[in-house]
């Protein structure tokens, strides 16, 4: 497969146009589509540069593995169910919303004892099982993490896309 090929089926494993995708990576979007259609040959260190920051980052799976199926590919970053999943908790007065490197610390309702099982996870948009001090049963919180990313001025899209699904962890 041609370099040209190879560009084209990186961005289309992404589901992303090529106005997104050059988005995405910062590049001009003729340079990208001289690229695909061979119009101008992309440095080959570049490519293997994006190809790793997209398997990375939870954009595509590497080309050997098939939607739905996780294994160890030999000489690749593993790509598991913890590396797509996110976790919640509450310290004190405080949400802690974790994904990866990143923390998310925001203020809860005053009587949230804890948080004891996420029901539903909607890219950004939780239903979580949770226990106040002044019920004796769980109900359903909902907290929608878009409005706070925006506060912080994080680019939603691309902090919520690579997570899959939210767990209730103490740890």
């Known amino acids: 497969m041609e370099l040209k090929d190879e ?11 090529r106005q997104e995708f050059a988005k995405y990576f910062e590049i001009p979007y003729r340079t990208l589509q001289d690229w695909e259609l ?6 080959e ?14 954009l595509c799976l590497p080309k050997n593995m098939s939607a739905g199926k996780v294994t160890q590919v030999v000489g690749e970053p593993s790509i598991n169910k913890l590396s ?43 239903v979580v099982l949770t ?3 002044h019920l004796d049963h769980l109900i359903d919180e909902y907290i929608d993490l878009a409005p706070i990313l ?14 899959h699904n939210v767990e209730v962890s103490y740890d």
Not at 38 to 43: D, L, S, Y
Not at 87 to 102: A, H, M
Not at 103 to 110: E, M, Q, S
Not at 151 to 162: E, G, Y
């Open 7 to 17: 560009v084209r089926s990186l961005r289309e494993s992404t589901g992303m146009s």
């Open 150 to 163: 925006d506060h912080l001025v994080i680019d939603k899209d691309k902090f919520l896309r690579p997570i």
């Open 45 to 58: 260190y570049l490519f293997r540069l994006m190809e790793y920051k997209t398997r990375l980052e939870g």
């Open 84 to 126: 797509h999943t996110a976790y919640l908790s509450n310290i004190g007065r405080y949400t802690v919303f974790r994904f990866r490197e990143s923390r998310l610390k925001f203020i809860a309702p005053y009587s949230l004892e804890r948080y004891d099982r996420v029901k539903e996870w909607d890219n950004g948009y939780l």
């Open 131 to 133: 226990k106040y001090s």
């Open 38 to 43: 061979g119009n101008r040959r992309m440095p």
